[in-house]
């Protein structure tokens, strides 16, 4: 597509209840990243696939978040039993190929936990 | 922490006027990104400098690069009032990712 595309632009749920968050990047972009930002601060690594490789994830903040990317295109960012300090902004970006590029961020995915 | 750290937090000027940030981090880097976001959703892409750069300019924005003090600023000239949104520097340590800084906060005064 032309943008990176994430949904549902909102979503509001009960604590303890499961989520499933869809980014759509840029066709033929290698790398998919997902931040997440809480209200007023800055962006918060959470996860990061390259291609066929393993992906980077060493900022998820608990087991209770996962992310898969399937074909090597779209990718579903899962987070369990949610908390209401999962409550943010996830923000999902891709790239050609790694950070030598600039991101192409969606809109983002307003999470609020109840 | 590799963050990078922006400063003022938050900057108010007139309609015309420059506006300058700047962006502190505190390790090597392959290279430096500046990013803007408007009412707290997608951020956009400004300008990437890398650290063999000293200087880089797109339009009305310029970037400087300084790695012996690990300093970078963005300076926005003839400022407009769409210009009022919130700026990011990030960072690359050649590990993939980009690391953010917290933001300034500019307003434009009509």
């Known amino acids: 597509g032309a943008g990176v595309s994430q949904s549902p632009s909102n979503k509001v749920t009960e604590k303890g209840k499961d989520v499933e968050l869809r980014c759509d990047p840029i066709?033929?972009?290698?790398?998919l990243y997902w931040y997440r930002q809480s209200l007023g601060q800055g962006l918060e690594f959470l996860i990061y696939f390259q291609g066929n490789s393993a992906p980077d994830k060493s900022g998820l903040p608990s087991d209770r978040f996962s992310a898969e990317r399937t074909g090597g295109s779209v990718s579903t960012l899962t987070i369990q039993r949610t908390q209401q300090e999962d409550s943010a902004v996830y923000l999902c970006a891709s790239t050609p190929g790694a950070a030598l590029y600039g991101y192409t961020f969606g809109s983002g995915t307003r999470l609020t936990v109840v | 922490s590799q963050q990078g750290e922006e400063d003022p937090q938050a900057l108010s000027i007139q309609e015309g006027e420059n506006a300058t940030m700047n962006c502190s981090y505190k390790t090597s880097i392959n290279n430096l990104q500046w990013y803007r976001q408007n009412s707290g959703r997608g951020l956009v892409h400004l300008i990437l400098?890398?650290?063999?750069?000293r200087e880089k300019h797109s339009g009305r924005l310029r970037v400087t690069l300084d790695t012996s003090k690990k300093s970078s600023s963005l300076l926005i000239t003839a400022s407009r009032a769409a210009d009022t949104a919130s700026y990011f520097c990030a960072t690359n340590f050649g590990n993939e990712k980009l690391t953010f800084g917290t933001g300034t906060r500019l307003t434009i005064i009509p």
């Open positions: 066709s033929g972009h290698t790398a």
């Open positions: 400098i890398r650290s063999n750069e």
